[in-house]
């Protein structure tokens, strides 16, 4: 009997949506090739692991299944980038934008961050840096605590707001304001922030900004471990207090505009949402 994961579902439902999208854009031939092969493969590595469950004495193979979703987060990233299309109108960015100098300007949000000197810009920047590490922490937090038998329900939270949103990419092409408008709404340059745009320089995509990835999947992550590790709070309170202080590391970094990063945030609760009715119908 195959016995598939919550997460292994939520990966395979994404890696069809993606053999879709493949399929009607018009992406080089080249590309669409390597991801309908890629991602079958994956479906059919999904298929191999659900029959081999520890039911049938594949321990070890139960202990990898809790640590593969992990990469493919990055995977799943990857791929939306490969289905980016050059997209000359700003229609998007132009009216983002606004919101943001709202944000930032006018109730003075910058102004804020910016009081202290470079300690609150710094602090947003490390915590914008930090995002690629939330994954593993999360599970970390449930292997420290004795809950990995709860960690696929975790998984269920954090891959359906973060694969939700790079589902839509391709629905609200944009760049980012750093982009777009490079020399206005600046906020204050650092060592970290140098490494932060070395890293989307060299790493991010170009199909969309819309909903923020950092934030839906911060917010994700300190959902999932805020509602099954209630017994340990702290763990869940610190992932959301990074979450918050990423949300505003993207809209005052400018790697997001304002709308971006509330999307985010409500691609997580929507997963929250999902994973709840979902338990209550088992």
Known sequence: MLRFRRSELFFSAYFVYVIGVALF???????????????????MWFVLFAWANKQRGFLLLDHVRDFYPLPLILLAFREMGWMALPHTSRAFELYW?????????????????ESLGPVLPNLLELSYLLVYGIPVYVVAVFY????????????????????????LYPLFPSEPPR?????????????????NLWIVGGYGIHTSVFPSGHS???????????????????????LLILATLIAVATVYGRYHYAVDTVAGLSMALLALAVSAAWRRRE
């Open 25 to 43: 854009r018009p992406i080089a031939p080249d590309i669409r090739t390597l991801v309908v092969t890629l991602n079958l493969a994956l479906i």
């Open 97 to 113: 934008v606004r919101w943001d100098r709202v944000l930032l300007a006018d109730w003075g949000l910058g102004r804020a961050i």
């Open 144 to 167: 420290h605590h004795r809950r990995r038998e709860r960690l696929d329900d975790a998984y269920s939270i954090l891959l359906f707001g973060t694969l939700t949103t790079y589902a």
């Open 179 to 195: 982009s777009v408008f490079p020399t206005a709404d600046l906020p204050m340059m650092s060592a970290l922030r140098q490494l």
């Open 216 to 238: 839906a999947a911060a917010f994700s992550a300190a959902f999932a471990v805020i509602k099954l590790l209630p017994e340990k709070p702290w763990p869940g309170r610190n």
